[in-house]
T-cell receptor, first 114, second 117 residues
């Protein structure tokens, strides 16, 4: 069975500082990894994904994530946080073996403090 | 591109009535659509996977007779909550996987908030 862990329910970062939202995963075979952001009462917006290739993936709104196979991690990062980055962030994984189901982490609420 | 809409965005209904939620892919064809349920401050839980023209596949613990899913076309899937009860109150989100999806991308709708009184 595949699973995702987001160890931090809440992350607070001062505006302008770098931010990291952590994610670790467990899956059979090669992982397909995704980050999504959710604003209040809205659906999920796609940020970025790792399928194969370069371990550092760049996505929307200046976010990036680094795939680390040995640590089974896919942490989300941004060099300089904006107040508008405050939202709920979900990491998700699916197996590359044709399993269509995405498994989501429990989410991390990111608050950027002005 | 790749826009998914849901209707209604919110609905209030009385206990015992049925509610239909629509999920549409506006600018692409989706062979597969997914229905999720999200409780307050919790993650998304997959309820079922629907493929156009065939019966939906429900996740363990989801009552198929209570949550009726119809994927009648490549752009429309519906979720009907039958005989709704207050415990069915939740945020329901659909996603759609394009027919020619690269890397199994899913695009999510904005969600429907259901409140059963």
């Amino acid at each position: 069975a595949q699973s995702v862990a987001q160890p931090e329910d809440q992350v607070n970062v001062a505006e302008g500082n770098p931010l990291t939202v952590k994610c670790t995963y467990s899956v059979s075979g090669n992982p397909y990894l995704f980050w999504y952001v959710q604003y209040p009462n809205r659906g999920l917006q796609f940020l970025l994904k790792y399928i194969t290739g370069d371990n550092l993936v760049k996505g929307s709104y200046g976010f990036e994530a680094e795939f680390n196979k040995s640590q089974t991690s896919f942490h989300l990062k941004k060099p300089s946080a904006l107040v508008s980055d405050s939202a709920l962030y979900f990491c998700a994984v699916r197996s590359g073996f044709g399993n269509e189901k995405l498994t989501f982490g429990t989410g991390t609420r990111l608050t950027i403090i002005p | 591109g790749a826009v998914v809409s849901q209707h209604p965005s919110w609905v209030i209904c009385k206990s015992g009535t049925s509610v239909k939620i629509e999920c549409r892919s506006l600018d692409f064809q989706a062979t597969t659509m997914f229905w999720y349920r999200q409780f307050p401050k919790q993650s998304l839980m997959l309820m079922a996977t629907s493929n156009e023209g065939s019966k939906a596949t429900y996740e363990q613990g989801v009552e198929k007779d209570k949550f009726l899913i119809n994927h009648a076309s490549l752009t429309l899937s519906t979720l009907t909550v039958t005989s709704a009860h207050p415990e069915d109150s939740s945020f329901y989100i659909c996603s759609a996987q394009p027919r020619l999806a690269r890397d199994y991308e899913q695009y999510f709708g904005p969600g429907t908030r259901l409140t059963v009184t």
